[in-house]
């Protein structure tokens, strides 16, 4: 993941509109892990596991509403 993240950067470097990748990497990053997980509890169907996750995320994306606010 932070491979990609990196190509993100490298490639928003190299194009001619310049524009800031950080805030789309750091939200992709922090998204990923939590969705990931989540995926992995309900294709085994352990809906505790799923449902923390889907939590998890829901707070990561709250606080990322609050920050812009």
Request: with cysteine.
């Amino acid at each position: 993941m932070l491979f990609f993240g990196g190509l993100v950067g490298v490639i928003a470097i190299t194009k001619v509109e310049k524009e800031n990748p950080i805030p789309g990497v750091a939200i992709a990053t922090a998204l990923m892990p939590p969705l990931c997980t989540a995926g992995y509890g309900l294709a085994l169907g352990i809906l505790d596991f799923f449902l923390v996750r889907c939590i998890c995320t829901l707070l990561i994306v709250f606080s990322f509403v609050l920050q812009a606010l």
